[in-house]
């Protein structure tokens, strides 16, 4: 029973900082490709960041480049957004996602149910 589970969202003010965690449980973490997706209503979802099974390379949205960092403690199974200089347009439902692919298409295979992030202005 693979299982995702975001946590760390909430209300901040424009400027403020937050960081989310996505805790994984029933997969080898360590080999899967992790990602934060986020989705604000009547929005399409939206690739956030990136970090990959063997090197952790990063990758990273225009939009939030600079302003995110993903990590990740295979110890822990748990990937982390560390989300700073907060912006009203980052308001969302944040969700974690893995795959075991290396290269593109990357399609995801699991998911957890999201976070939401709401920056007021």
């Known amino acids: 029973q693979v299982q995702l589970v975001e946590s760390g969202g909430g209300l901040v003010q424009a400027g403020g900082s937050l960081r989310l965690s996505c805790a994984a449980s029933g997969l080898a973490f360590s080999s899967y490709r992790m990602a934060w997706f986020r989705q604000a209503p009547g929005k399409e979802r939206e690739f956030v960041a990136a970090?990959?099974?063997?090197?952790?390379?990063?990758y990273y949205a225009d939009s939030v480049k600079g302003r995110f960092t993903i990590s990740r403690d295979n110890a822990k199974n748990t990937v982390y957004l560390q989300m700073n200089s907060l912006k009203p347009e980052d308001t969302a439902a944040y969700s974690c996602?893995?795959?075991?692919?290396?290269?593109?298409?990357?399609?995801?295979?699991?998911w957890g149910q999201g976070t939401q992030v709401t920056v007021s202005s």
């Open positions: 970090i990959s099974s063997s090197f952790a390379n990063t």
């Open positions: 996602a893995a795959t075991l692919r290396f290269s593109d298409p990357y399609e995801y295979d699991y």
